[in-house]
């Protein structure tokens, strides 16, 4: 108990004694740093309720994780790396661009923040029963089979960096593990994991960012995602010498989700039109930057909107379902490949047999909904209701 703890060298919620240094890092959370017994510098995270209870814990936190001098690979003469020191240390030899470079930090520091919270610092501390904790917490956050692999592919990784340098002190603890898709994908199923905004509130929206002078980016980034079915990507990345304002097509190709594609689709009159008059999105030069930008204006619009800047997409292919339109063509449509052996190889889908096919099996149901959206008379997003109807 410390009777007066004013007395202390109070320094930025930093306490220090001259034995070690206590920081408060939030509510309930300390860090001490400081020598156990064995005279290793440590730095353990624990949980207290105020400074006094924390001046009490922190000699006994600090001896807890003293290294018995009974097991040989972990004696003084054993460098002792810690987690995050590891981590940096496995992947420093990749050759990554940055913004690969930059996503695996990111993987990094979530489990770094999970193993804060649980108090470890070293790798040694870790065991095979603290990854299947780790994967479980991942799993019950409601993550999807890919992010809970991709969150685990750093850890591995050091596993894997850590066993090998040091074959007679460290084991690979996540060999064993096993990340199962069916265990997950129960988990995380949801009956509405798909949001998606009808093609009127699409248009609601879009007149809602004209009237209170949003970027015009956004407005045309919105009616390529919910009006033509575009990924967040791939509206993006269009440009202007992609449209064909006399046919109203666009060509959509590059790299997506690792895959390159390519495909010709005409686009609803309303969409040309404000191509024609606007250009494309040239504010934005990727996904980060756009989907940022697109969310402050949905928060604005309806702050109770759970819709995300690239779940726009689902616009059109639910619409489809809903209305009865499904079909192959919507699948061409979107980019989806032929999920059929008889689609793939026996339906001749060149771009002069397509494109009417496209027309007359997904735009004409667009063109019909978005004529019946109630438009307000001074609304600036339309041609006009007359026009877009037959022209």
Same mark, same amino acid.
Request: net charge positive.
């Given at each position: 108990m410390i009777k007066n703890p004013s007395s202390l060298k109070n320094e930025a919620n930093k306490y220090k004694t001259d034995k070690f240094t206590l920081h408060q890092e939030k509510p309930g959370r300390w860090k001490v740093s400081g020598r156990d017994s064995n005279g290793k510098y440590r730095r353990i995270r624990f949980d207290a309720k105020d400074l006094n209870e924390a001046m009490t814990l922190a000699n006994d936190v600090l001896e807890e994780q003293a290294t018995p001098a009974n097991i040989p690979w972990q004696s003084e003469t054993v460098e002792h790396i810690q987690i995050s020191d590891?981590?940096?240390?496995?992947?420093?030899?990749?050759?990554?661009?940055?913004?690969?470079?930059?996503?695996?930090?990111?993987?990094?520091?979530?489990f770094l923040n999970w193993v804060d919270h649980k108090g470890l610092t070293y790798w040694h501390e870790l065991r095979y029963e603290q990854m299947l904790e780790y994967k479980k917490y991942l799993i019950d956050k409601g993550y999807a089979y890919d992010t809970v692999r991709l969150y685990f592919q750093p850890i591995r990784r050091t596993s894997v960096w850590m066993a090998a340098n040091w074959p007679n002190r460290y084991i690979n603890i996540c060999q064993a593990l096993r990340i199962s898709q069916k265990d997950v994908s129960k988990k995380t199923y949801k009956s509405n994991r798909n949001p998606y905004m009808p093609i009127h509130e699409i248009l609601d929206f879009m007149d809602w960012m004209d009237r209170n002078n949003k970027p015009v980016s956004l407005i045309i980034g919105v009616a390529l995602q919910g009006l033509a079915g575009l990924q967040m990507l791939e509206a993006i990345r269009l440009t202007i010498d992609k449209f064909n304002g006399e046919e109203g097509t666009i060509i959509i190709d590059?790299?997506?989700?690792?895959?390159?594609? #390519? =495909? *010709?689709?005409?686009?609803?009159?309303?969409? /040309?039109?404000? #191509? =024609? *008059?606007?250009?494309?999105?040239?504010?934005? /030069?990727?996904?980060?930057?756009?989907?940022?930008?697109l969310r402050r204006v949905l928060d604005e619009w309806?702050?109770?909107?759970?819709?995300?800047?690239?779940?726009?997409?689902n616009t059109i292919q639910t619409s489809a379902i809903d209305g009865g339109w499904d079909s192959y063509f919507l699948d061409r449509y979107v980019g989806h490949a032929p999920n059929t052996v008889r689609r793939k190889h026996y339906f001749c889908d060149n771009e002069e047999r397509l494109i009417p096919l496209l027309r007359d099996n997904v735009i004409k149901y667009i063109e019909k909904e978005i004529s019946s959206w109630k438009a307000p008379t001074d609304t600036t997003i339309l041609p006009g209701p007359r026009l877009v109807v037959n022209q």
């Amino acid at each position: 108990m410390i009777k007066n703890p004013s007395s202390l060298k109070n320094e930025a919620n930093k306490y220090k004694t001259d034995k070690f240094t206590l920081h408060q890092e939030k509510p309930g959370r300390w860090k001490v740093s400081g020598r156990d017994s064995n005279g290793k510098y440590r730095r353990i995270r624990f949980d207290a309720k105020d400074l006094n209870e924390a001046m009490t814990l922190a000699n006994d936190v600090l001896e807890e994780q003293a290294t018995p001098a009974n097991i040989p690979w972990q004696s003084e003469t054993v460098e002792h790396i810690q987690i995050s020191d590891a981590l940096l240390r496995a992947a420093k030899d990749r050759t990554w661009t940055d913004k690969n470079r930059k996503k695996d930090e990111f993987n990094c520091g979530y489990f770094l923040n999970w193993v804060d919270h649980k108090g470890l610092t070293y790798w040694h501390e870790l065991r095979y029963e603290q990854m299947l904790e780790y994967k479980k917490y991942l799993i019950d956050k409601g993550y999807a089979y890919d992010t809970v692999r991709l969150y685990f592919q750093p850890i591995r990784r050091t596993s894997v960096w850590m066993a090998a340098n040091w074959p007679n002190r460290y084991i690979n603890i996540c060999q064993a593990l096993r990340i199962s898709q069916k265990d997950v994908s129960k988990k995380t199923y949801k009956s509405n994991r798909n949001p998606y905004m009808p093609i009127h509130e699409i248009l609601d929206f879009m007149d809602w960012m004209d009237r209170n002078n949003k970027p015009v980016s956004l407005i045309i980034g919105v009616a390529l995602q919910g009006l033509a079915g575009l990924q967040m990507l791939e509206a993006i990345r269009l440009t202007i010498d992609k449209f064909n304002g006399e046919e109203g097509t666009i060509i959509i190709d590059g790299v997506v989700k690792n895959d390159y594609r #390519i =495909r *010709k689709i005409p686009i609803p009159k309303v969409v /040309s039109w404000l #191509i =024609r *008059k606007n250009g494309v999105v040239s504010m934005y /030069s990727d996904n980060e930057q756009y989907g940022k930008a697109l969310r402050r204006v949905l928060d604005e619009w309806n702050p109770k909107s759970e819709i995300k800047p690239k779940d726009f997409r689902n616009t059109i292919q639910t619409s489809a379902i809903d209305g009865g339109w499904d079909s192959y063509f919507l699948d061409r449509y979107v980019g989806h490949a032929p999920n059929t052996v008889r689609r793939k190889h026996y339906f001749c889908d060149n771009e002069e047999r397509l494109i009417p096919l496209l027309r007359d099996n997904v735009i004409k149901y667009i063109e019909k909904e978005i004529s019946s959206w109630k438009a307000p008379t001074d609304t600036t997003i339309l041609p006009g209701p007359r026009l877009v109807v037959n022209q």
